[in-house]
């Protein structure tokens, strides 16, 4: 796409609104990706896009931030960044000030780099000799239970094998902690990493999606954490009476025009018992149908998942979800506001640069409740400039836990 459209919510029909729109058509250039943001610490939403050049290949990517100003952006507000990085940049706090930094590697050093947020200055970020996995699934959270987030890196020792690194932050410092963990035994295609609090300890677990042959026929989810030197399945069977489904591995063929996506698991509770549950993407292994899928966190009900005493199950009969075809993206988001997940999925349309956009309300009514947490910054309160409120601007990192009691007077926790 080469327009950036911004849709804000609301409580009435039409739920989302256009209000800014960004046409990047005459940079010449594809947006890969948007992330919102507050970069220059004003309290008002910037945004930063990735976008490729029309003629230049995949693995060189020019940022743009664009400015917030009272709700709005303009093209003639922007700052491009003078370096260009080789797969997506993780947006991140490096040094603890509250205000987004930039990390990834760049087409001058073969070191990540981190550009400081606040004044847009470059730093060598980490003294290490890994390389970096493309396509990467860093990430910047809590994985020590110290509630500061830490930095977990997906890195490559050579093209067969995929290692995963987790840099602790101690004082602003990060330093590696222990060695680093092995894919598990067995994976040939290994998807994005994601972390949740899988069997509601509070603790966030390291969740893997992975093929074991090259093209998916036989599919698998694994569970670690730091301080655990295996991997644990929690989900093997993806059978369905007498179709085998399997992940759709990642096409990284600079030359196709089609637009590939990584494995990637979505997570939320949509049933709100507490647990996370997850929307994947399956296709039929001996068929061409590829459609998305909720997984639902339930009791582990056999030995190899014992020990985390959770597995997931895929929920094979949601027909509103089966309807939609072609599927690539599946995510939770709360359309209504009301804490109950409904879920959003990108499917193909007639050609292969066309997406459709299907929304499906869940209807799951629980008696529970949910709560609502906004971190804020803090760099301004009632002064921020130009009296904006300074609501809204997500935060890479915070790191919230609770406990409550159950409807049986347990203790829960969850994070």
Not at 84 to 107: K, Q, R
Request: aromatic share 10%.
């Amino acid at each position: 796409g080469n327009e950036l459209i911004i849709f804000l919510a609301d409580q009435k029909e039409p739920y989302f609104k256009p209000r800014v729109k960004l046409p990047m058509k005459s940079l010449s250039v594809t947006i890969t990706s948007v992330v919102p943001g507050d970069y220059d610490g004003d309290s008002q939403m910037d945004v930063l896009l990735t976008t490729q050049a029309q003629n230049l290949g995949r693995d060189e990517l020019s940022v743009f931030i664009f400015w917030g100003h009272n709700q709005t952006l303009d093209l003639n507000h922007k700052t491009m960044l003078n370096k260009t990085f080789h797969d997506e940049p993780l947006v991140m706090d490096f040094n603890g000030d509250l205000i987004p930094d930039v990390f990834g590697v760049t087409s001058d050093s073969s070191k990540p780099q981190i550009l400081i947020g606040g004044n847009l200055s470059w730093h060598a970020a980490l003294e290490t000799q890994s390389k970096m996995y493309i396509p990467h699934s860093h990430a910047f959270i809590d994985l020590n239970n110290d509630f500061t987030a830490d930095l977990f890196l997906t890195t490559s020792p050579n093209s067969q094998n995929i290692q995963f690194e987790t840099w602790v932050n101690k004082d602003g410092n990060f330093s590696k902690a222990g060695k680093s963990k092995e894919m598990p035994s067995g994976a040939k295609v290994v998807g994005q990493s994601v972390f949740a609090d899988f069997d509601g300890d509070g603790q966030s677990e390291h969740l893997l999606p992975v093929c074991e042959d090259t093209t998916c026929q036989k599919s698998a989810i694994y569970l670690t954490k730091l301080g655990l030197d295996q991997w644990i399945p929690v989900l093997q069977d993806f059978r369905n009476k007498d179709t085998l489904w399997g992940f759709v591995p990642y096409q990284n063929d600079k030359s196709s025009a089609e637009i590939s996506f990584p494995i990637t698991l979505h997570i939320g509770d949509y049933n709100m018992d507490g647990y996370p549950d997850a929307l994947a993407i399956l296709k039929n292994t001996s068929g061409s149908n590829q459609q998305a899928f909720l997984l639902e966190n339930v009791p582990c009900n056999n030995v190899s998942c014992k020990s985390v005493r959770r597995m997931f199950k895929v929920f094979w009969e949601l027909s509103d979800l089966n309807q939609i075809k072609d599927a690539v993206v599946a995510t939770f988001f709360d359309i209504y506001e009301d804490g109950i997940l409904d879920i959003i999925v990108l499917s193909k349309g007639y050609s292969n640069k066309d997406f459709a956009i299907h929304t499906l309300k869940n209807n799951f009514e629980a008696d529970a409740y949910f709560v609502k947490v906004i971190v804020l910054s803090g760099l301004c309160s009632n002064d921020c400039p130009r009296k904006i409120t300074p609501f809204g601007v997500n935060q890479p990192g915070p790191y919230i836990m609770y406990t409550t009691v159950d409807a049986n007077g347990y203790l829960k926790n969850g994070s």
